[in-house]
């Protein structure tokens, strides 16, 4: 316990000396003043005008730390394509696991940089109209496991409920498979049970017994 508290106070010692006296500071002077009067901007998640709106991030997210919010002026990308809404980015619930990154359809499928990052989405340059329009080569299995995350919830829904019932099939199967092994290991104990009956009421007939038995 002492060597934990010396542990605490050695860090926030040396902790509170960079940031305050620049002693061994290795953090650039803009951040060290933005930390010193708390003005530290968090850096952007989503890059509104490069995103097509498919609402695929939000779709796969495990924890619905995305959210798909209604845009005020709907935007024609291309003929037949209108985007009328984008994600937001809530960090609390995110667990950083990247999906919205990997299925998002800019980098999926056109190869450019996502336009949503749990950490910084960067700077995404991008004009869409041209972009949807050039041809690309892609795998229909690939095409196929990337849409279905790109519209429909239903089809999460679906999946994780043929999830849990090949779970309880599985369980149903474990316990019916001890539920046997359960009536073997009685009816081993009963055969078990006859022969010590037999041996016992062999061992207690008496000796002559025996003896004359072999005789005749």
């Given at each position: ?6 542990i ?5 010692y040396?902790?509170f000396?960079k ?28 890059s ?8 695929g ?31 937001k980015l ?17 980098y ?9 990052h749990?950490?910084d ?5 991008i ?23 790109l519209?429909?919830?239903t089809l999460?829904?679906n ?5 849990n ?14 539920n046997?092994?359960?009536n073997n ?32």
């Amino acid at each position: 316990m002492k060597n934990l508290l010396r542990i605490m106070l050695e860090g926030a010692y040396g902790n509170f000396k960079k940031i305050f006296f620049h002693s061994e500071c290795l953090t650039d002077m803009e951040l060290r003043n933005d930390i010193l009067t708390a003005n530290v901007k968090t850096t952007d998640k989503v890059s509104k005008n490069a995103c097509v709106g498919c609402g695929g991030c939000a779709n796969v997210c495990p924890t619905g730390a995305v959210s798909m919010e209604k845009l005020e002026t709907p935007e024609e990308l291309i003929k037949g394509w209108i985007k009328d809404e984008v994600p937001k980015l809530n960090s609390e619930k995110c667990i950083f696991c990247y999906y919205c990154h990997d299925f998002c359809p800019i980098y999926a499928l056109f190869g450019e940089n996502a336009t949503i990052h749990p950490n910084d989405v960067g700077n995404v340059d991008i004009k869409l109209g041209e972009l949807m329009n050039v041809p690309f080569k892609i795998s229909n299995d690939k095409l196929a496991f990337i849409s279905q995350f790109l519209s429909d919830k239903t089809l999460l829904n679906n999946n994780t409920s043929a999830i849990n019932n090949l779970n309880n099939n599985t369980d149903n199967n474990i316990d019916n498979n001890n539920n046997t092994d359960s009536n073997n290991n009685t009816d081993n104990n009963v055969d078990n049970n006859i022969d010590n009956n037999i041996n016992d009421n062999y061992n207690n007939i008496p000796t002559n017994d025996l003896e004359n038995s072999g005789d005749k």
